[in-house]
């Protein structure tokens, strides 16, 4: 089990009581699986990448990542664990405009102190990975917008991370772009054996997921009935 979300509740203050985000969510996904969370705008799901992600402390519940209790940890002890153990691809890629698609890589690994010969090796291997390779040298304004989100799903991968965590990576995508992108997480899972969570709004290829959940009201439901949806 590479990513657990046990019995996760999170509120935030709203006047004078608190409104719930995250009302007692379990979730847990497998190295090599890929889990889509789908559901209404303000459900919570964001939240619930947020709180996967280590980014914001539940109000009470657990979230264990590549076997590590999240609880009690400092921001510090957190900030590595993103660092060595999670990637996570926005849904705008906000690349750094100056940098060439495999200096983009690049930086996210310098952060986490790696050798500085082996970071261009592994970038190139990783925008090849993404059908990039020949896109390496190639600043953002240089490349579709689905060029630059796969830049930003090899961003993330940059430091294998066990958990990729995956917000609306199709929302500014046509339709042929969305597909091409959403197969390429559901390969790279598969081969790279990440636990992926993948928040989206696309029901369209849902199929093929290793599973659905539905979040409304803070609530995931079932997955047995989810994967109907």
Do not use: C, W
Request: proline share 5%.
């Amino acid at each position: 089990m590479t990513l657990l979300v046990h019995d996760v509740t999170l509120t935030y203050p709203d006047g004078e009581s608190r409104l719930t985000a995250l009302d007692a969510v379990d979730l847990d996904v497998p190295a090599g699986t890929l889990t889509a969370v789908v559901g209404p705008s303000g459900s919570g799901k964001s939240s619930l990448l947020a709180v996967a992600a280590t980014l914001v402390v539940p109000d009470s519940g657990r979230v264990v990542v590549a076997g590590q209790d999240t609880g009690g940890m400092s921001a510090a002890q957190k900030s590595a664990l993103r660092r060595e153990h999670i990637g996570i691809v926005f849904q705008q890629p906000n690349l750094l405009p100056s940098l060439t698609a495999a200096e983009q890589l690049q930086v996210m690994a310098h952060l986490s102190g790696r050798p500085s010969r082996q970071l261009r090796r592994r970038a190139l291997e990783l925008l090849d990975a993404v059908g990039l390779a020949d896109k390496a040298d190639k600043r953002p304004h240089q490349l579709s917008g689905g060029q630059r989100q796969r830049v930003n799903i090899a961003r993330a991968l940059m430091n294998e991370p066990a958990v990729l965590l995956v917000d609306e990576p199709t929302s500014a995508l046509d339709h042929e772009r969305g597909a091409a992108v959403l197969d390429l997480l559901v390969t790279l899972t598969r081969e790279r054996s990440t636990a992926t969570v993948l928040v989206t709004h696309d029901r369209a290829h849902l199929d093929r997921m290793d599973r659905t959940v539905v979040m409304t009201d803070g609530r995931l439901s079932d997955p047995v009935a989810a994967a109907r949806v």
